[in-house]
T-cell receptor, first 114, second 116 residues
Framework: GAVVSQHPSWVICKSGTSVKIECRSL??????MFWYRQFPKQSLMLMAT?????????EQGVEKDKFLINHASLTLSTLTVTSAHPEDSSFYIC??????????FGDGTRLSIL | AQKVTQAQTEISVVEKEDVTLDCVYE???????LFWYKQPPSGELVFLIR??????QNEISGRYSWNFQKSTSSFNFTITASQVVDSAVYFC?????????????FGRGTSLIVHP
C-alpha cells in the first residue's frame, strides 16, 4: 500500500485562486519531505525541501512567496500555490524518505489553472 | 554538484526485444545512492531499484537487470523481452549527502515505447 498519500490528485480552478496540496506520510515519520514540479515530458524539478518544524529550503528560482510550504508535523507537509495563474499549471509531486532509502512518492497532483 | 544524464530521450521497440536505458552520473562524493524509477502514463512514480556507491554487483530482478560501473560512472538498466506494459518514462536518480539530507537529483528521463 501507499506510504505517502498526496491530495488532491487533480485540481481545476480559476486564476487568482490559492490551492493547497497535502502530502502525508503513512506508517512512518518524515522529518524531511520534498516537493517537485514536473512539466509535460520533462523531468522532476525539485522546488523545495520541507523540514518539520522549520522553514522550507527553496531551490534557486522558486518563489517562496508564491509556493508556501508548511511542515507542521512529522506526517504532513503542505504546498500552497498562492494566487495561482495559468503558468502555474503543472504536475506537483511530493516525496519522503530517509537518507539511505528510496524516496516514497505521492501520486502527484495535476493542477490546472483556467 | 551532482548531475544525472539520460542521453536517450525516447526509445521505441517492438515487444519481446531487449532494451537498455543508459544513465551516466557525476558526483564528487564517495558515498551516494543511485535509483531507478518508473513513471507510467498515470503519473505515479514507482521505485525499481536502489544501489549504494560501494556495491557494484549487478542485479537481476525478473526481466529487469542493472549494470553499475563506477569506472564509467554509469548505472544502466536493461529490460529483457520487453512488454507493452513496460511503456513508461524511466528516471535515473542520484542522491548524495547535501546539507545533511540526501536530496535526489533526477535525470531527464527516457520514454520507452513498446509496440505490440
Amino acid at each position: 500500500g501507499a506510504v505517502v498519500s498526496q491530495h488532491p490528485s487533480w485540481v481545476i480552478c480559476k486564476s487568482g485562486t490559492s490551492v493547497k496540496i497535502e502530502c502525508r506520510s503513512l506508517d512512518f515519520q518524515a522529518t524531511t519531505m520534498f516537493w517537485y514540479r514536473q512539466f509535460p515530458k520533462q523531468s522532476l524539478m525539485l522546488m523545495a525541501t520541507s523540514n518539520e518544524g522549520s522553514k522550507a529550503t527553496y531551490e534557486q528560482g522558486v518563489e517562496k512567496d508564491k509556493f508556501l510550504i508548511n511542515h507542521a508535523s512529522l506526517t504532513l507537509s503542505t504546498l500552497t500555490v498562492t494566487s495561482a495563474h495559468p503558468e502555474d499549471s503543472s504536475f506537483y509531486i511530493c516525496s519522503a524518505g530517509s537518507w539511505d532509502q528510496p524516496q516514497h512518492f505521492g501520486d502527484g497532483t495535476r493542477l490546472s489553472i483556467l | 554538484a551532482q548531475k544525472v544524464t539520460q542521453a536517450q530521450t525516447e526509445i521505441s521497440v517492438v515487444e519481446k526485444e531487449d532494451v537498455t536505458l543508459d544513465c551516466v552520473y557525476e558526483t564528487r562524493d564517495t558515498t551516494y545512492y543511485l535509483f531507478w524509477y518508473k513513471q507510467p502514463p498515470s503519473g505515479e512514480l514507482v521505485f525499481l531499484i536502489r544501489r549504494n556507491s560501494f556495491d557494484e554487483q549487478n542485479e537481476i530482478s525478473g526481466r529487469y537487470s542493472w549494470n553499475f560501473q563506477k569506472s564509467t560512472s554509469s548505472f544502466n538498466f536493461t529490460i529483457t523481452a520487453s512488454q507493452v506494459v513496460d511503456s513508461a518514462v524511466y528516471f535515473c536518480a542520484l542522491s548524495e549527502a547535501l546539507r545533511g539530507s540526501y536530496i535526489p537529483t533526477f535525470g531527464r528521463g527516457t520514454s520507452l515505447i513498446v509496440h505490440p
